[in-house]
Protein backbone atom coordinates (compact mmCIF):
# COMPACT_ATOMS: atom_id res chain seq x y z
CA UNK A 1 0.00 0.00 0.00
CA UNK A 2 2.71 2.29 0.58
CA UNK A 3 4.20 1.90 -2.49
CA UNK A 4 1.11 2.89 -4.25
CA UNK A 5 1.19 6.03 -2.26
CA UNK A 6 4.45 6.55 -2.99
CA UNK A 7 3.68 6.26 -7.08
CA UNK A 8 0.74 8.26 -6.95
CA UNK A 9 2.87 11.11 -5.13
CA UNK A 10 5.44 10.82 -7.42
CA UNK A 11 2.80 11.11 -10.48
CA UNK A 12 1.09 14.22 -8.84
CA UNK A 13 4.76 15.75 -8.49
CA UNK A 14 5.15 14.92 -12.67
CA UNK A 15 1.75 15.99 -13.55
CA UNK A 16 2.52 19.29 -11.61
CA UNK A 17 6.00 19.78 -13.02
CA UNK A 18 4.67 19.18 -16.56
CA UNK A 19 1.47 20.81 -16.55
CA UNK A 20 0.95 23.48 -13.55
CA UNK A 21 4.28 25.25 -14.78
CA UNK A 22 4.80 28.33 -13.22
CA UNK A 23 6.77 30.30 -16.15
CA UNK A 24 6.63 33.84 -17.14
CA UNK A 25 8.23 35.31 -20.51
CA UNK A 26 9.79 38.15 -20.08
CA UNK A 27 11.56 40.34 -22.58
CA UNK A 28 10.97 36.84 -24.68
CA UNK A 29 12.94 34.91 -22.04
CA UNK A 30 10.94 32.46 -19.95
CA UNK A 31 11.80 32.29 -16.04
CA UNK A 32 10.73 30.13 -13.43
CA UNK A 33 9.12 31.51 -10.21
CA UNK A 34 12.55 32.15 -9.32
CA UNK A 35 13.30 33.84 -11.83
CA UNK A 36 15.70 31.61 -13.30
CA UNK A 37 15.83 30.89 -17.41
CA UNK A 38 13.62 27.51 -17.96
CA UNK A 39 14.82 24.29 -19.70
CA UNK A 40 12.59 21.68 -20.47
CA UNK A 41 8.98 21.17 -22.41
CA UNK A 42 6.73 24.24 -21.89
CA UNK A 43 2.87 23.63 -22.09
CA UNK A 44 -0.30 25.68 -21.69
CA UNK A 45 -3.77 25.34 -21.51
CA UNK A 46 -6.92 27.15 -22.25
CA UNK A 47 -9.83 27.00 -19.82
CA UNK A 48 -11.35 24.43 -21.37
CA UNK A 49 -8.27 21.94 -20.29
CA UNK A 50 -7.08 21.58 -24.31
CA UNK A 51 -3.56 22.47 -24.97
CA UNK A 52 -3.26 25.94 -26.34
CA UNK A 53 1.05 25.77 -26.86
CA UNK A 54 3.75 23.35 -26.36
CA UNK A 55 7.14 23.91 -27.07
CA UNK A 56 10.57 23.03 -25.91
CA UNK A 57 12.83 26.00 -24.40
CA UNK A 58 16.63 25.97 -23.47
CA UNK A 59 17.94 28.28 -21.02
CA UNK A 60 14.57 30.47 -21.39
CA UNK A 61 14.62 30.77 -25.45
CA UNK A 62 12.42 28.67 -27.68
CA UNK A 63 14.34 25.92 -29.33
CA UNK A 64 12.57 23.54 -32.19
CA UNK A 65 9.13 23.19 -32.97
CA UNK A 66 6.25 25.59 -31.05
CA UNK A 67 2.97 23.97 -31.82
CA UNK A 68 0.07 26.41 -31.07
CA UNK A 69 -3.97 25.41 -30.84
CA UNK A 70 -7.20 26.32 -31.47
CA UNK A 71 -9.47 25.99 -28.23
CA UNK A 72 -11.01 22.72 -29.95
CA UNK A 73 -7.52 20.92 -29.84
CA UNK A 74 -7.14 21.38 -33.23
CA UNK A 75 -3.54 22.08 -34.34
CA UNK A 76 -3.31 25.86 -35.46
CA UNK A 77 0.44 26.34 -36.18
CA UNK A 78 3.66 24.18 -36.37
CA UNK A 79 6.99 27.49 -36.21
CA UNK A 80 10.37 26.82 -35.92
CA UNK A 81 13.51 28.42 -33.43
CA UNK A 82 16.70 28.26 -32.86
CA UNK A 83 18.00 30.02 -30.27
CA UNK A 84 14.45 32.17 -30.31
CA UNK A 85 15.08 33.33 -33.61
CA UNK A 86 12.74 32.21 -36.12
CA UNK A 87 14.56 29.81 -38.11
CA UNK A 88 13.18 26.63 -40.21
CA UNK A 89 9.50 26.09 -41.50
CA UNK A 90 6.31 27.36 -40.28
CA UNK A 91 3.25 26.20 -41.03
CA UNK A 92 -0.68 27.58 -40.78
CA UNK A 93 -3.59 25.11 -40.55
CA UNK A 94 -7.29 26.56 -40.00
CA UNK A 95 -9.83 24.96 -38.16
CA UNK A 96 -10.84 22.70 -40.69
CA UNK A 97 -7.32 20.90 -40.29
CA UNK A 98 -6.59 22.83 -44.12
CA UNK A 99 -2.68 24.22 -44.52
CA UNK A 100 -2.94 27.80 -45.29
CA UNK A 101 0.80 29.16 -45.25
CA UNK A 102 3.98 27.86 -45.34
CA UNK A 103 7.02 30.00 -44.63
CA UNK A 104 10.18 29.77 -44.35
CA UNK A 105 13.08 31.48 -42.51
CA UNK A 106 16.93 31.09 -41.61
CA UNK A 107 18.38 33.59 -38.58
CA UNK A 108 15.51 35.12 -38.39
CA UNK A 109 15.07 36.28 -41.52
CA UNK A 110 12.81 35.01 -44.79
CA UNK A 111 14.72 32.77 -46.39
CA UNK A 112 13.50 29.97 -48.84
CA UNK A 113 9.73 28.85 -50.42
CA UNK A 114 6.80 31.03 -49.31
CA UNK A 115 3.57 29.30 -50.20
CA UNK A 116 -0.76 30.42 -49.14
CA UNK A 117 -3.57 28.67 -49.68
CA UNK A 118 -7.31 29.69 -49.52
CA UNK A 119 -9.35 28.21 -47.03
CA UNK A 120 -10.09 25.46 -49.43
CA UNK A 121 -6.46 24.74 -49.79
CA UNK A 122 -5.95 26.11 -53.75
CA UNK A 123 -3.11 28.09 -53.89
CA UNK A 124 -2.98 31.94 -53.91
CA UNK A 125 0.97 32.65 -53.83
CA UNK A 126 3.80 30.98 -54.25
CA UNK A 127 6.61 33.00 -53.45
CA UNK A 128 10.93 33.01 -52.83
CA UNK A 129 13.16 34.56 -50.62
CA UNK A 130 16.55 34.49 -50.12
CA UNK A 131 17.94 36.11 -47.00
CA UNK A 132 15.56 38.53 -45.94
CA UNK A 133 14.80 39.58 -50.16
CA UNK A 134 12.31 38.92 -52.51
CA UNK A 135 13.85 36.46 -54.98
CA UNK A 136 12.66 33.96 -57.96
CA UNK A 137 9.29 34.17 -59.77
CA UNK A 138 6.28 35.03 -57.70
CA UNK A 139 3.22 33.69 -58.84
CA UNK A 140 -0.03 34.69 -58.00
CA UNK A 141 -3.02 32.73 -58.46
CA UNK A 142 -7.12 33.15 -58.65
CA UNK A 143 -9.34 31.70 -56.46
CA UNK A 144 -9.94 28.78 -58.82
CA UNK A 145 -5.76 28.11 -58.57
CA UNK A 146 -5.60 29.52 -62.21
CA UNK A 147 -2.08 31.67 -62.43
CA UNK A 148 -3.04 35.51 -62.73
CA UNK A 149 0.31 36.73 -62.36
CA UNK A 150 3.88 36.62 -62.07
CA UNK A 151 7.00 38.29 -61.62
CA UNK A 152 10.55 37.57 -61.84
CA UNK A 153 12.48 39.17 -58.74
CA UNK A 154 15.58 37.31 -59.63
CA UNK A 155 16.02 39.70 -62.89
CA UNK A 156 15.15 42.74 -61.35
CA UNK A 157 18.34 45.21 -60.50
CA UNK A 158 18.69 46.41 -56.89
CA UNK A 159 18.43 50.14 -56.42
Do not use: C
Not at 134 to 149: C, H, M, P, Q, R
Amino acid sequence: MKKLGFILVLFLMISVDMFGQNITEVKGVYLTSELKPYSGKYTSQFDNGNIKLEMYLNKGLKEGQVKLYFPSGQLNEIRSYRKNEMHGTWIVYNESGVKTSLANYKKGLKNGKWMIWNDKGILLYDLQYKNGEKTGVWKIYDDSGTLVNERNYSTLKKK
